[in-house]
């Protein structure tokens, strides 16, 4: 069990490697609410995956939020081209 558990969390990791730190953090939430549900075997690894998974489309969400936020801020700005360019790029790059 503890295998797949690495197992599991390094195919995590890879995958996405530009959530490292999130992810890890996904990969203990979505572990220890499979841990509070008594899950095993099979069930424990189609909660995994579902677990896991949503908390992708999550971040994905987020970032598409973030994109319409910085894209109704540039157009209340009247701002154009390069002005307009730049702008976003210093949006989304924020945290």
């Known amino acids: ?48 995956k579902d677990c896991l998974s949503a908390k992708k489309e999550e971040a994905g969400n987020s970032q598409q939020n973030k994109m319409k936020t910085c894209n109704a801020d540039a157009t209340s700005k009247a701002l154009k081209g390069d002005d307009r360019k730049k702008f976003m790029k210093d949006c989304l790059s924020a945290k």
Do not use: I, S
Request: aromatic share 4%.
């Open 1 to 48: 069990m503890k295998k797949l558990l690495a197992v599991l969390a390094l195919a995590c990791v890879a995958a996405a490697p530009v959530y490292a730190g999130t992810q890890q953090d996904k990969m203990k939430t979505c572990n220890a609410d499979a841990g509070k549900k008594a899950l095993k075997g099979d069930e424990r690894k189609a909660f995994m």
